[in-house]
């Protein structure tokens, strides 16, 4: 489903290479982690999916189901499937979470030449994703992510995730904010949605998440490259050795 080839970005106005070769493979149905230390490119890399305009690609290619999506701007990636819930999620004063997750949900079925949902569909529809998230509909009344604690912001990014239903997820530290029991209820909501047909990339810093979203593969960034892959056992190696062995032996 995922194909990053020899992947060279860096910051479109500066010199800087963050990303400096990334290969990665990822199929549908699989549950791919990413972790490394911060400062490493995880963010980078999902902004680089999410089609940012803030990076440039210098060398390599991004495949999704066979086709570069490198030309493609950030919405004709989301209609084609591709979501990233972001480790900083934006404020957007004004305007009520639940308008925007339904001008979200309506623009991408516009884009894929689907007809609007209906109000009282949509907001069906919300209440059942909110309810399994455990989110309050009130939290849904206020302005997107304003105010909200960390933990919140993280289970709104899911939200959306749930009624978009994408194939293929970037979640970038999602579990950073989120208290033992909101990181259950998330994992929950994310595992609900596996399926053959989708594919997740989880990217974290800590192996505590990965106890409740079970991946397939563990690949360890630092300074830009994939250093090392393996399964689920690699994340706790790193859990018990920490990042420095494994470093040492890349280098
Ligand atoms: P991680 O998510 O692994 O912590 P990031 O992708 O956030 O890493 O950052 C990787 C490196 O790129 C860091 O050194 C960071 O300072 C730099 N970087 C990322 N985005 C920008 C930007 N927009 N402008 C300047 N430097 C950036
Ligand atoms: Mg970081
Ligand atoms: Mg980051």
């Given at each position: 489903m995922l194909e990053i080839k020899n992947l060279h970005a860096r910051?479109?106005?500066?010199?800087?290479?963050?990303?400096r070769g990334v290969d990665l493979t990822v199929a549908a149905g699989e549950v791919a982690a990413i972790m490394g230390p911060n400062g490493s490119g995880k963010s980078t890399l999902s902004y680089i999916i999410a089609g940012h305009e803030d990076y440039e690609v210098t060398e390599g290619d991004i495949l999704y189901n066979g086709q570069s999506i490198l030309e493609m701007d950030p919405a004709e990636r989301a209609a084609t499937g591709v979501f990233l819930a972001f480790q900083y999620p934006l404020e957007i004063p004004g305007v009520p979470t639940m308008t925007f997750l339904k001008t979200a949900l309506n623009s991408q079925r516009k884009a894929r030449g689907e007809g609007e949902m209906t109000t009282p569909d949509f907001i069906r529809r919300a209440k059942a994703a909110a309810a399994e998230l455990r989110i309050d509909m009130a939290m849904l009344k206020r302005p997107l992510n304003v105010g909200f604690s960390g933990g919140e912001k993280k289970r709104a990014e899911i939200l959306q995730m749930a009624l978009l239903e994408p194939k293929l997820s970037v979640m970038d530290e999602t579990d950073s904010g989120l208290d033992i029991d909101a990181l259950k209820i998330v994992a929950d909501g994310v595992n609900a949605l596996r399926s053959p047909e989708r594919a997740f990339l989880v990217i974290t810093?800590?192996?505590?998440?990965l106890d409740y979203i079970v991946p397939d593969t563990v690949h360890v960034l630092y300074k830009g490259r994939i250093i090392r892959s393996g399964d689920k056992d690699l994340a706790l190696q790193l859990e018990n050795e920490g990042y420095g062995q494994i470093i040492g032996e890349a280098a």
């Open positions: 910051v479109a106005d500066e010199g800087t290479e963050i990303l810093h800590y192996q505590r998440l």
